[in-house]
């Protein structure tokens, strides 16, 4: 179903907390992205990876942390520094050759984060 | 960087007419044009995508359709189906070394009205 898969499906975070939300892909990507979606927003940029232990910060990474150990793994932190963290996110990856970003993103189901 | 304007935000159109999505960006080095279909509460998936070497691509009821000069892409869907009813978004990105993903507009809210 996509090879890209996201956990859990739903989070629920106190106030203060840091969360962690995982995406996995067995599609042998470079590239990976995190995207945050908002109603009315569409989708929007908060970190990418093209590369093992390498990222960078997309339009909206303030509040937000990534890592990038392994090639299959790109975990995104939501810190307590994230103001307004009820949303749902998405994790995408696409595939990369010889230096050039190919094909299409194929994104994972998403994990909806709420504070409570 | 990049800015992907997309109109109308939701559209309404009657079982068996046609739709139109249209979209415009900003970066004259974006090469490459995907289209997404979202349903309530699922992850995006591609519909149709085209690349700047090309004007118009189809795929059965689905037809995608790109002005370089202008900067503008559109979505067509015909012979409209209850199915085709969920968010489309576009998008523009590049298929060049260096990309840093792609920039979605803020999607289409399709309505099939029986």
């Known amino acids: 179903d996509g090879g890209i898969t996201q956990s859990p499906k739903y989070l629920f975070r106190k106030e203060g907390q840091n969360v962690t939300l995982s995406c996995e892909q067995n599609?042998?990507?470079?590239?990976m992205y995190w995207y945050r979606q908002d109603p009315g927003q569409g989708l929007r940029l908060i970190y990418y990876?093209?590369?093992?232990?390498?990222?960078q910060k997309g339009d909206i990474a303030e509040g937000y942390s990534v890592s990038r150990e392994k090639k299959e793994s790109f975990p995104l932190t939501v810190t307590s520094a994230q103001k307004n963290p009820t949303a749902f996110y998405l994790c995408?990856?696409?595939?990369?050759?010889?230096?050039?970003?190919?094909?299409?993103?194929?994104f994972g189901q998403g994990t909806r984060l709420t504070v409570v | 960087g990049e800015n992907v304007e997309q109109h109308p935000s939701t559209l309404s159109v009657q079982e068996g007419d046609s739709a139109v999505i249209k979209c415009t960006y900003s970066?004259?080095?974006?090469?490459?044009f995907p289209w997404y279909k979202q349903e309530l509460g699922k992850r995006p998936q591609l519909i149709i995508d085209?690349?700047?070497?090309?004007g118009e691509k189809k795929d059965q009821r689905i037809a995608v359709t790109l002005n370089k000069t202008a900067k503008h892409f559109s979505l067509h869907i015909t012979e409209t189906q209850p199915e085709d009813s969920a968010v489309y978004f576009c998008?523009?990105?590049?298929?060049?070394?260096?990309?840093?993903?792609?920039?979605f507009g803020k999607g289409t809210h399709l309505i099939i009205q029986p």
């Open positions: 599609l042998n990507h470079d590239a």
């Open positions: 998008a523009a990105g590049s298929s060049g070394g260096g990309a840093d993903g792609l920039t």
């Open positions: 085209i690349r700047s070497n090309v």
């Open positions: 995408a990856s696409r595939y990369r050759q010889t230096g050039s970003l190919v094909g299409e993103a194929f």
């Open positions: 970066d004259s080095a974006s090469n490459y």
């Open positions: 990876s093209q590369i093992v232990n390498d990222f």
